[in-house]
């Protein structure tokens, strides 16, 4: 089974716009971490953020902002008054405590922030 | 100074030849990881490993092998390259288990 998931193929926006890019996961789990990934059109594989399973705070870096929510198990990402050099494939990793430690991606999700 | 890096950027090699992937991190790290992300952008782990310990997926199959000669190199050898090893793979290390991950640029292998 997926253990995470991205329903969004693609979004398309508008520069100046928000937008959120939606990520659930599953896991039995008790402690696991939680990450976001950005793949600009270069190709590299670029961090942005990691949770625990025990901090459900939401977090602000700049434009960018995360909801963490262990009811839904979802780990949602927004990006505010969104940029060109937004555009890129966004993927959502989970890492489970137990287990060999990788990240489990989901399909990613690819933002075009249009002029 | 680049925290992960991989040797070559790009591969191309014919089928049935046998190549290798080198990477090498600065962070000193403890684990260290082969992803591969095929051509509709899914990432998916191939191995990890620190210095006591290897894990393989156990749907990679064993024409690949991981050679570390050392905590901050871990190398990826592909024997008898078929056209659907074409991918691009990623080398990762962190440092603690649940820590983040960081990936070197990694190496577009194309099998003709």
């Known amino acids: 089974a997926q253990k995470v998931t991205q329903a969004q193929t693609e979004i398309s926006v508008v520069e100046k716009e928000d937008v959120t890019l939606d990520c659930v996961y599953e896991?039995?789990?008790?402690?696991?971490?939680l990450f976001w990934y950005k793949q600009p059109p270069s190709g590299e594989l670029v961090f942005l953020i990691r949770?625990?399973?025990?901090?459900?705070q939401n977090e602000i870096s700049g434009r960018y902002s995360w909801n963490f929510q262990k009811s839904t198990s979802s780990f949602n990402f927004t990006i505010t008054a969104s940029q060109v050099v937004d555009s890129a494939v966004y993927f959502c990793?989970?890492?489970?405590?137990?287990?060999?430690?990788?990240?489990?991606f989901g399909t990613g999700t690819r933002l075009t922030v249009i002029p | 100074d680049t925290a992960v890096s991989q040797t070559p950027k790009y591969l191309v090699t014919q089928m049935g030849n046998d190549k290798s992937i080198k990477c090498e991190q600065n962070?000193?790290?403890?684990?260290m990881y082969w992803y591969k992300q095929d051509s509709k952008k899914f990432l998916k782990i191939m191995f990890s490993?620190?210095?006591?310990?290897?894990?393989i997926n156990e749907t990679v199959p064993n024409r690949f092998s991981p050679k570390s000669p050392d905590k901050a190199h871990l190398n990826l050898h592909i024997n008898s390259l078929e056209l659907g090893d074409s991918a691009v793979y990623f080398c990762?290390?962190?440092?603690?288990?649940?820590?983040?991950?960081?990936f070197g640029p990694g190496t577009r292998l194309t099998v003709t």
């Open positions: 962070l000193g790290h403890d684990t």
């Open positions: 990762a290390s962190s440092q603690v288990r649940g820590g983040e991950q960081y």
């Open positions: 490993y620190n210095n006591k310990e290897l894990i």
């Open positions: 896991t039995r789990d008790t402690t696991y971490y």
């Open positions: 949770r625990n399973s025990f901090d459900e």
């Open positions: 990793a989970l890492s489970e405590e137990t287990g060999a430690n990788n990240l489990f």
